[in-house]
């Protein structure tokens, strides 16, 4: 080592090469020390990477080797074993973390607050020193309870559930908490390599040649590959096969996050600096950069694909213009509401490597690991039985990790060089490659009798898409179904449009559709509240859905619609006291499907095996991504067999056919429950006897297609429902307090259950107030950095309070509903309606703080 740093690590003296680019990396890359995550380096802006310098908590990617030089540096791993096991304890107990990836980061500034605020240390105080960390899981509520509970004193040791209903720690807690349960990034395989991406220059412009052979040359590079290497299908995705994997010379880029080379090399360092050696020359060409000029457009805004619409959504039930014109009380008004960044803490990573029998196994963070499965084979020509992908539980998806983003490229080039590969995006290429939430304007009108019941409602919507299909279809279907919200409405004409353009691909996002809809038919229910001279609640009182109603596109509800009625009753002693204590209040009143519905068979296989020591393997297919799934599983099992739950270990990867697609729609929990339920039926049926996989499923295969034109279709097999009661003060429109009133159906944890619902209303938050990811007019992304996103930290987030209510889905495993979602639903709608007692203006473009702002007096 011709030039070296010297500090010391958790009390060890330590040398590492100069040539690190901050002192993550040298912990990381060099020392193997990996409780630090590396969320965004080198910006400092996620606080995952938190470290002691010298006592102080400092994230480790703004320290230079320079600044680093003959410091002490303590991570987790160099805690006290008593303060490691104090700190786990109370942030499992409380349910402080979900995915985790963020919590060895907050536990690090944990500690550094105790040791300088002693007995004066609070939630208080922790709210308003947390700036530096972001996490997009919790909604921060019960990491505070965590440190008020550190500040007690008294902290329990966390204990595993034992039955549906226990409130107990979720798996593998204490692990996570401490960095100790690694994600991709963290493993090292003996000889491995590492892999970056070239990414497009353009959104739309013609390559005319890719050339690598300086890339090639550099130091420590082993191979740069093209779409010429690829043995088989270039062309990928979940519904429609039209993502490639890479763009060809003679091929054409359709939007920023388009891959033109991977480069392996022997040091991520040493691929970086390869992959700018890259060189492309293009045709640049104009990119369609707005929805509907690609849509009035003859020209193809993408490569290889026909036409610039997507998709079409549609239904009617009536004489949508004959209701309108006998309404007592009319209205018309456009919403739009904006693109989103995803944003979870753990950037896409993969790793590929030769399983020693000729075969390739795969390690992948994503939503639907024998998608994954499928299109690696495709890409490589090879049978699906020579590729194994095994799940590693996530720091975060909320449906960004459904398409592939690396596993392709990545698996390429291990497959091609027979050698262990690593491919970790930046922060920057997450942003650019995976599906974003879709912006959708939305033109309704709708008209209520004298009494405020509905009578009619026509809704045209148009959602830019970007260029390839992901999941975009069903989001536009998905909110066309929505759109009437949980009301009553007796005459329906809508049409929702999902258009093909060079911005960044739009797919899958907590809401998927519904969210963007509901914000807009809110805006309606208040809006002809007023015509009709009655308030929010009694408005949403009057039209909402009961048992037998048919509802939107014809279903007819069942008797888990009561939800949506027991949340509105639930909220309404909060809504009476704010109004009677003067606050501005807001409500929303929302519903969400579970599961994917329209026709599509679901099913949910679990294997239960009983080992001759003594343990229960779970083997499940659903992807762990901080909701809790593994949790549930093993809950189901402990309740189902009559063990002990410590004696339980859960397993995902794809060596047995179980595969149920992706982890999405909320419906993680109800299949997942369903399947190990009949696994374990058929062990107690078969007396638990040990080395036999006793398999089980669960599936729904009564539900119909859109497009199938049924009077009285079940599109869905079950929905969660919720009211939220936004209360700001009037004078300056800050939001104290949010109460949140979910039917979960059953839940199956109620702890785990709550931390969802914060989570989505800090995320609903943010959709509301200040999150956007906008593009120019090169359909180029203008925000670049996490803080830029406008995600709320700890500071800015209200009190929370929420009401678990439990109305069980008929047909439901144990009555189960989704909750992931259905959270951050009526959270704008809400909002919404706040800020109107605030300052008298009515909103019709989130987010509200950047397009629409309150207007108090100063």
Not at 63 to 77: C, D, I, N, Q, R
Not at 441 to 463: K, N, Q, Y
Not at 716 to 731: E, M, N, R, T, W
Not at 754 to 769: C, D, N
Request: charged share 25%.
């Amino acid at each position: 080592m011709s030039e070296a740093t010297s500090f010391s690590v958790n009390g060890r003296d330590v040398r590492v090469g100069s040539d690190h680019p901050h002192l993550l990396s040298a912990l990381r890359e060099e020392l193997g020390v990996t409780s630090p995550k590396d969320g965004c380096s080198p910006s400092g802006q996620c606080g995952a990477c938190t470290v002691l310098l010298d006592g102080k908590a400092i994230q480790s990617c703004l320290v230079s080797m320079e600044k680093a030089a003959g410091k002490a540096v303590t991570t987790l791993e160099g805690f006290d074993p008593e303060e490691r096991d104090r700190l786990a304890n109370a942030f499992s107990v409380t349910g402080a973390l979900q995915c985790g990836f963020c919590t060895p980061g907050i536990l690090v500034r944990t500690k550094a607050l105790f040791d300088q605020k002693g007995d004066g240390m609070s939630s208080e105080v922790a709210r308003g020193r947390l700036g530096a960390h972001l996490c997009r899981c919790t909604g921060y509520t019960k990491i505070l309870d965590a440190v008020d509970l550190l500040a007690a004193g008294d902290i329990p040791e966390p204990e595993r559930p034992q039955k549906i209903g226990d409130n107990g720690a979720k798996y593998e807690a204490s692990a996570l908490a401490l960095g100790d349960r690694g994600y991709i990034d963290d493993m090292h395989p003996e000889g491995m390599l590492h892999g970056a991406l070239k990414l497009a220059d353009h959104a739309r412009a013609d390559v005319v040649s890719i050339d690598t052979s300086t890339a090639a040359a550099a130091d420590g590079v082993v191979g740069v590959f093209t779409a010429a290497d690829v043995p088989g299908e270039l062309r990928v995705g979940i519904i429609h096969t039209d993502w490639p994997v890479f763009i060809p010379e003679g091929g054409r880029t359709s939007f920023y996050g388009d891959v033109l080379a991977i480069v392996v090399a022997e040091t991520k360092a040493q691929a970086r600096a390869a992959v700018e050696l890259v060189e492309v020359e293009y045709n640049v060409l104009t990119p369609f950069a707005d929805a509907k000029s690609a849509l009035a457009s003859d020209e193809d805004a993408v490569w290889g694909l026909d036409g610039n619409t997507l998709s079409t959504s549609k239904y009617r039930r009536g004489d949508v213009d004959e209701a309108l014109a006998n309404s007592a009380h009319t209205i018309h008004e456009v919403f739009k509401t904006q693109r989103v960044e995803h944003a979870f803490l753990e950037p896409e990573s993969t790793l590929a490597m030769p399983d020693g029998d000729g075969n390739l196994m795969v390690y992948s963070g994503g939503q639907g690991v024998w998608d994954d499965r499928n299109q690696i084979a495709s890409l490589l020509a090879i049978d699906q039985g020579e590729v194994t992908v095994e799940l590693v539980s996530n720091g975060g998806a909320f449906g960004g990790k459904e398409d592939m983003s690396n596993q392709g490229q990545t698996a390429l080039a291990s497959y091609l060089l027979q050698r262990p590969v690593k491919c970790t995006l930046s922060r920057e290429e997450s942003f650019r490659i995976h599906a974003k939430r879709h912006p959708i304007e939305i033109e309704v009108w709708a008209g209520c009798d004298a009494e405020g019941r509905l009578t009619a409602l026509r809704s045209r919507m148009i959602g830019d898409s970007g260029p390839y299909a992901s999941v975009g279809m069903k989001v536009l279907e998905r909110a066309a179904g929505h759109m009437t919200g949980p009301y009553v409405v007796e005459t329906v004409d809508v049409e929702a449009v999902a258009v093909r353009t060079n911005n960044p691909v739009c797919g899958a996002f907590r809401g998927f559709g519904a969210n963007q809809a509901q914000f807009a038919m809110e805006g309606v229910i208040d809006r002809l509240a007023d015509a009709v001279g009655i308030d929010g609640w009694e408005m949403r009182n009057r039209n909402v859905i009961s048992p037998g109603v048919v509802w939107g596109p014809g279903q007819i509800m069942d008797d888990g619609c009561r939800g949506a009625r027991e949340c509105l009753d639930a909220v309404k002693p909060a809504f009476e006291q704010a109004r009677a204590d003067g606050k501005a209040v807001g409500l929303g009143l929302a519903l969400k499907n579970s599961g994917l519905g329209n026709g599509f068979l679901e099913i949910s296989r679990a294997v239960v095996r009983f080992e001759e020591d003594g343990t229960v393997e779970v083997r499940h297919c659903w992807t762990e991504m901080g909701q809790g799934v593994h949790t549930v599983a093993l809950q189901v099992a402990a309740e189902e067999l009559s063990v002990d739950s410590d004696r339980i270990r859960v397993v995902v990867d794809t060596t047995r056919e179980l595969g149920a697609g992706q982890t999405t729609g909320s419906r993680g929990t109800l299949m997942a429950a369903g399947g190990v339920a009949d696994a374990c039926r058929v062990a107690n049926e078969n007396s638990q006897a040990p080395g036999v996989d006793y398999y089980g499923e669960y599936r729904v295969d009564w539900t119909n297609a859109l497009e199938d034109e049924v009077e009285n279709p079940i599109l869905h097999s079950a929905f969660g429902y919720a009211c939220q009661l936004v209360i700001a003060d009037k004078a300056t429109g800050k939001i104290e307090k949010v109460v949140a009133a979910h039917d979960v159906g059953r839940a199956i944890n109620p702890m785990l259950a709550e931390g969802q619902i914060e989570g989505a209303v800090h995320m609903g938050l943010g959709y509301a107030l200040t999150e956007e990811f906008p593009t120019d007019d090169e359909a180029r992304p203008t925000n670049w950095t996490l803080r830029s996103l406008g995600i709320l930290r700890a500071k800015d987030m209200p009190e929370v309070e929420t009401i678990l209510v439990e109305v069980p889905q008929p047909r439901s495993p144990y009555g189960v509903k989704g909750v992931g979602e259905i959270g951050l639903v009526p959270t704008a709608g809400a909002v919404a309606g706040a800020f109107y007692e605030v300052d008298g203006k009515r909103r019709t473009q989130v987010p509200f703080n950047i397009h629409q702002p309150l207007e108090v007096a100063k």
